[in-house]
């Protein structure tokens, strides 16, 4: 009797195991997924990667149960893995037609673009268009990644040499505080990050671009990505932004004033 009482208890404990299994997400697949090295995409603190693309990531491997594998790449280096076929997601990052040739973009949001100045030059002009045409006004830009400027506007910069240039992101703002550089022009999302975070409130001044939109998103490789798990991803993301988890993730990098509009 007291063997068939213990039988019965495994066996309520087997079927309340599995049924709680079958309610979690199982997958097999692994996805390989590049991040954006530039913050507040994705950035190393205390050792560990953070950022709005490292969270976008995770958040995606607990709706599914898949394995997704991240790396830090530069736009250049993504470019180059996912033609080699050793990526299957990059991002987050801006539109580009070099993209478009290996791999497929999908809009996560529309950003705007903000100039940001330093406070001695903050007065000159209303517009981002008259700091581009003021030649005594030099702007810092960044190597490697899709300015917030047209290709046409940092030519012109760049041939009247009016344009310091780095690697680095947070250096970009660095030199703004240093006053090495008057003007930087970026994607509003990583300008209000960068100037909360090195306290430049009351030493520049923002102006936003009203009329210019940047068009925001991941890139699915052409190679290893089947149209099954660019559904699966884009349905994940539907989700997240329908239930607020997808805002909630901006804006633990920005304030309210600098999230993307269309969210």
């Not at 580009?96 to 030059?121: A, I």
């Not at 012109?156 to 947070?170: G, N, S």
């Not at 149209?227 to 304030?255: C, H, P, W």
């Amino acid at each position: 009797m007291a063997f068939l009482k213990l039988l019965s208890l495994f066996g309520v404990a087997f079927a309340a195991y599995f049924a709680f299994a079958a309610k979690e997400p199982r997958c097999e697949r692994r996805y390989d997924v590049g991040l954006a090295a530039y913050a507040p995409l994705s950035f190393r603190e205390d050792g560990r990667i953070k950022g709005v693309a490292h969270d976008i990531t995770r958040e995606l491997a607990r709706r599914t149960g898949c394995t997704f594998s991240e790396t830090e790449y530069s736009r250049i280096t993504a470019l180059k893995q996912i033609e080699l076929g050793r990526i299957d997601l990059y991002l987050v990052v801006a539109i580009g037609d070099e993209f478009l040739k290996v791999g497929d973009f999908h809009h996560l949001y529309t950003s705007g673009r903000t100039l940001t100045v330093t406070q001695e030059v903050g007065n000159k002009h209303k517009t981002v268009d008259g700091y581009l045409k003021d030649k005594a006004i030099k702007f810092g830009r960044v190597i490697g990644s899709r300015p917030a400027m047209s290709v046409a506007e940092e030519d012109k910069l760049v041939k009247a040499q009016r344009t310091v240039t780095t690697t680095d992101p947070e250096n970009l703002f660095r030199m703004l505080k240093d006053k090495r550089i008057q003007a930087v022009l970026y994607p509003t999302l990583s300008a209000g990050y960068f100037r909360k975070k090195m306290n430049l409130a009351d030493e520049t001044v923002q102006i936003v671009d009203e009329g210019a939109e940047l068009d925001v998103g991941y890139i699915s490789s052409k190679r290893r990505m089947s149209r099954s798990d660019v559904a699966m991803i884009n349905n994940q993301i539907a989700e997240m932004k329908k239930d607020g988890t997808f805002l909630k993730i901006l804006l633990k990098y920005v304030d309210k004033e600098n999230a993307p509009k269309s969210l």
